[in-house]
């Protein structure tokens, strides 16, 4: 009776026990909360900020991970650096078949080899080349002061006793020679010959009315003579190099009508002996001596020398009448005039009054 009487009192003590543990832990434990209702629009700014943790995320771990074929689909979409010049001599080595080891000899004997073939080291070969480059670049400078290039132009006279003109040459220079008749027109060549060929170097295409020189040596003289088609007497021209001037074009004006003349001139076709100033005028080179005028009215230029005036244009003049005229093959006509202070030229084939002033 006594011992059931102290198993009760046993178990009445285990349950008000674990009673007393349930109502602590109830105690302890925080009451349940309702759930807070978020708007749309703050449910879509947190999406867009854990979209953008991600992406940082994924960009931090690609930057410490290699690049893979994987990663752009193929190896022809991957633009790699640029490798430097030991990895491209490394990565051809490497790509060398695989051989037996050589021996200690063979690595001395081929030690030796480049040695001697290749006796100096990278910076004395860059140190070799620009002492090369220096000289090269100490040769190419000339002597003398280059030639200085003018176009010129030559009135040849065919009569008896006359000195030829001279063209003066350059080596390393290309000269023209342009044959015209009296009127500017183009006189074709027929035939030429050399007096010293071995020094001159000459192209002509066989038809046309230009011939090109060239001076294969730096000092020489000697000359050209040149037949035009229909002309009976030929052209006799002196050589010359080594001059301060190099002519670059010579336009040679011949007294006569050529077989390419589209008109026929009235009155002198070209300036006597006495008047070759015109020569000069078309080169645009002012006559000694004159005054220069200012044109109005369009593209002329105009010189007075005395009572008469020279005009160098492209216009062609209508009055009043002139007393000499010449022509370049490029259009460029000169014209000597009596002292005026108007004159009237054709522009495209409408007349036009060019004014003359500061007389």
């Known amino acids: 009776m006594i011992d059931s009487f102290k198993l009760l009192i046993l178990y009445f003590s285990l349950f008000m026990i674990s009673s007393y543990a349930v109502l602590i832990y109830a105690d302890n434990t925080p009451p349940p909360t309702t759930p807070i209702q978020k708007s749309p629009a703050d449910e879509f700014k947190h999406w867009l900020e854990q979209q953008k943790q991600n992406q940082n995320q994924n960009l931090a771990a690609n930057r410490r991970r290699p690049v893979s074929y994987n990663d752009y689909g193929s190896e022809d979409d991957i633009v790699s650096p640029p ?17 037996r080891v050589p021996t200690q000899d063979e690595i001395i004997a081929f030690n030796q080899m480049l040695n001697k073939n290749m006796p100096l080291t990278p910076q004395q070969v860059v140190r070799l080349r620009q002492q090369i480059d220096l000289a090269q670049r100490a040769a190419s400078i000339l002597p003398a002061i280059p030639p200085k290039p003018v176009s010129t132009t030559l009135m040849i006279n065919l009569a008896p006793g006359t000195t030829p003109p001279a063209v003066r040459l350059a080596q ?139 005009v160098r244009t492209r216009l062609t003049l209508l009055s009043p009448g002139w007393r000499g005229k010449i022509a370049s093959p490029d259009g460029m006509i000169a014209y000597e005039l009596p002292k005026t202070s108007s004159i009237l030229v054709s522009r495209y084939g409408e007349p036009v009054e060019l004014k003359i002033e500061g007389f």
Request: hydrophobic share 40%.
């Open 172 to 310: 390393g220079y290309v000269s023209s020679l342009v044959f015209v008749d009296s009127t500017g027109a183009p006189w074709p060549i027929a035939s030429f010959d050399i007096g010293n060929p071995k020094a001159l170097n000459l192209q002509w295409d066989g038809k046309s009315n230009i011939l090109l020189l060239q001076a294969i040596s730096p000092y020489s003289n000697g000359d050209i003579v040149v037949r035009l088609v229909g002309l009976p007497t030929p052209i006799t021209l002196e050589l010359v190099t080594g001059q301060r001037i190099v002519d670059y074009r010579v336009d040679i004006h011949v007294s006569g009508i050529g077989p390419n003349t589209k008109e026929i001139p009235m009155g002198t076709p070209l300036p006597s002996s006495a008047n070759q100033l015109l020569f000069s005028v078309l080169d645009g080179i002012a006559p000694p001596g004159s005054k220069t005028l200012q044109v109005i009215g369009g593209e002329a230029q105009a010189w007075l020398l005395g009572e008469r005036l020279y």
């Open 83 to 99: 490798i430097t010049y030991e990895q491209s001599q490394q990565i051809m080595l490497n790509s060398a078949p695989q051989g």
